[in-house]
């Protein structure tokens, strides 16, 4: 064979491979992207560039106020006393704050920093914020945060500081002191299983209402033997009276942020087994213990726990996410101010 034919064979080979190479770079790219598009859209203009994610999309941007400033929440006209729950139910939570709960308690403090990463908002409530330090972790953050809390002596206790500034009030979740469409997101952290199930319906309403687009939270999913745990429902049913009250679950957020027992590798065997709930409002639930290191809230609170729970039927572990969005549209937006 001449030394040209030699040549030209391995020139051949050499483009065939060169020719394969960039097809599967092209491929590998296209395939990417589409990935990439699936999840998150690169907005671009000439002043900025920002992601845009199925759970924080360009309508959800669209209905929350100025994510700038802080100027306060505007309150409900008339500011009567606030309502509060019998003295019998209050103490339990005052007697909690002072005797029972760790000092520096944040059950919040967990994933209120990777909220403020995933969704965009800037105006917040904190609901049942204890001893307000979710709030202090909030403006740390750079947010314009507020609280509300029905123990007045954990207030007073841990913030008065925060009292005085106006950044909390006592109240109860059932009558907010104001006025519709006031934050961007309205937060809470192992809060809505402590309510008693007459007023839940209200407590969902509430929360609702002074909400512009999210509610975003954590419950409790187990029983405890002091029996502050009053209202635990499978997730399901606080699915159904979030949407009672015209707000929708935010499935993208919520598989981002819920842990599962495909993310516990070997899953350990369930102990302890419970099943709460109520067989004649909403059905009840087995969740069980198993072994996985776990800290609960702020580093400097060491709260340090080997266990936690887990839900049998889908493998949820806790945290236990509730997120929702507020059914409302741009021009609603636009007529609330």
């Known amino acids: 064979m001449s030394k040209n034919v030699l040549m030209s064979a391995h020139f051949l080979i050499v483009l065939n491979i060169l020719g394969f190479a960039m097809f599967c770079v ?30 924080d999309t360009e309508e959800d941007r669209q209905l929350i106020g100025p994510q700038h400033g802080f100027e306060p929440p505007v309150y409900t006209e008339r500011q009567p006393p606030p309502i509060l729950e019998s003295a019998k139910y209050t103490n339990v939570y005052d007697r909690a704050w002072t005797h029972d709960y760790p000092r520096l308690s ?72 104001y006025a519709d469409n006031q934050f961007d997101a309205v937060l809470s952290a192992d809060v809505l299983e402590h309510l008693t ?13 002074v909400s512009r687009r999210h509610i975003l939270m954590s419950i409790s999913l187990k029983s ?19 949407k009672k009250h015209g707000a929708e679950v935010n499935r993208p957020l919520l598989r981002a942020l819920q842990l599962t027992n495909k993310s516990v590798y070997p899953v350990p065997s369930p102990t302890q087994c419970q099943y709460p709930g109520n067989a004649k409002d909403g059905g009840v639930y087995a969740c069980c213990s198993i072994q996985n290191v776990w800290l609960v809230g702020l580093a400097a609170q060491q709260n340090v726990r080997n266990f936690r729970y887990i839900t049998l039927a889908n493998g949820e572990i806790e945290p236990w996410y509730f997120v929702f969005r507020k059914i409302r549209n741009a021009s609603n937006a636009l007529l609330d101010g």
């Open 197 to 209: 199930p007459d007023i839940a319906d209200a407590a969902v309403s509430e929360l609702v209402r």
């Open 106 to 177: 944040c059950w919040g403090c967990q994933f209120y920093g990777k909220l403020a990463e995933l969704v965009s908002f800037h105006t917040v409530l904190d609901a049942g914020t204890g001893n307000g330090m979710g709030v202090r972790m909030l403006r740390g953050l750079g947010k314009n945060a507020y609280g509300i809390e029905l123990s007045e002596i954990a207030l007073k206790q841990d913030a008065n500081d925060l009292l005085n500034k106006n950044w909390v009030r006592q109240c109860s979740l059932r009558k907010l002191p």
């Open 26 to 55: 092209l491929y590998l790219n296209s395939h990417r992207l589409h990935n990439d598009m699936h999840y998150s859209l690169q907005v671009s203009d000439n002043s900025n560039s920002y992601q845009i994610y199925a759970w």
């Open 224 to 242: 405890v033997t002091d029996g502050k745990h009053t209202l635990l429902r499978p997730r399901s049913w606080w699915h159904a009276i979030f």
